[in-house]
């Protein structure tokens, strides 16, 4: 993956990591998975943003260089994993919403129940967290340098099969086209908006 590509807004990187490939080694062993769902998050100009409100402990791996992981706890439940994007010293993410597990199938299901269908094996960014191993220790990992997140490029996605529309289950600024995904993907996870959500001005 091209640190160029990465250094672009969150709303332009977004749709150019579907396709894209993380991969995640463990004591457990190793797990790939195709990216097919992602949301852009454009830092203190965006209101549902982390880093709305400026820098703090817990975003700061948001501000930059790009190409780093952020990594956070959703609800105190699950761990949502983020691209850093955009020029150091600005805030700027890419939420991985879901993907395909292409290699290590096995220790996903392993990780996420045995009865779990493959589809819904990292639907969702907290199963596709689960499924892949990342936690918390994994956050602020750069993700170019062969370090124990890895993300590099996949099959190129033509542009009529990604479809894009608003982000999911944010209460301020859900309306903006900031979701990208592939278009009939049962990996992609359902819209659900949030009943805390207002209309918004676009972005």
Same mark, same amino acid.
């Given at each position: 993956?091209?640190?160029?590509?990465?250094?672009?807004?969150?709303?332009?990187?977004?749709?150019?990591?579907?396709?894209?490939?993380?991969?995640?080694?463990?004591?457990? =062993?190793?797990?790939?998975?195709?990216?097919?769902?992602?949301?852009? !998050?454009?830092?203190?100009?965006?209101?549902?943003?982390?880093? !709305?409100?400026? $820098?703090?402990?817990?975003?700061?791996?948001?501000?930059?260089?790009?190409?780093?992981?952020?990594?956070? $706890?959703?609800?105190?439940?699950?761990?949502?994993?983020?691209?850093?994007?955009?020029?150091?010293?600005?805030?700027?993410?890419?939420?991985?919403?879901?993907?395909?597990?292409?290699?290590?199938?096995?220790?996903?299901?392993?990780?996420?129940?045995?009865?779990?269908?493959?589809?819904?094996?990292?639907?969702?960014? =907290?199963?596709?967290?689960?499924?892949?191993?990342?936690?918390?220790?994994?956050?602020?990992?750069?993700?170019?340098?062969?370090?124990?997140?890895?993300?590099?490029?996949?099959?190129?996605?033509?542009?009529?099969?990604?479809?894009?529309?608003? $982000?999911?289950?944010?209460?301020?600024?859900?309306?903006?086209?900031?979701?990208?995904?592939?278009?009939?993907?049962?990996?992609?996870?359902?819209?659900?908006?949030?009943? $805390?959500?207002?209309?918004?001005?676009?972005?």
């Amino acid at each position: 993956m091209n640190v160029d590509l990465l250094s672009r807004p969150a709303e332009e990187v977004a749709p150019r990591l579907l396709g894209s490939v993380l991969t995640c080694e463990t004591s457990e =062993g190793t797990v790939r998975i195709a990216v097919t769902e992602t949301e852009a !998050y454009a830092g203190t100009a965006d209101p549902a943003s982390h880093a !709305y409100r400026g $820098r703090t402990p817990r975003n700061a791996v948001m501000f930059g260089p790009a190409g780093h992981l952020y990594v956070y $706890r959703s609800h105190g439940l699950h761990w949502c994993a983020n691209v850093v994007t955009g020029q150091d010293g600005i805030a700027s993410a890419v939420l991985i919403r879901a993907g395909r597990v292409v290699e290590g199938e096995d220790l996903a299901r392993e990780r996420r129940g045995e009865r779990v269908e493959s589809p819904r094996l990292a639907r969702g960014p =907290g199963n596709f967290c689960q499924a892949l191993g990342i936690t918390g220790e994994h956050n602020g990992v750069n993700l170019l340098t062969g370090g124990p997140v890895m993300l590099s490029e996949g099959e190129p996605v033509p542009a009529a099969h990604i479809r894009v529309g608003p $982000r999911v289950g944010v209460s301020k600024a859900h309306d903006w086209q900031h979701r990208f995904y592939l278009a009939g993907d049962p990996t992609v996870s359902a819209y659900r908006l949030s009943p $805390r959500a207002k209309p918004s001005a676009g972005a």
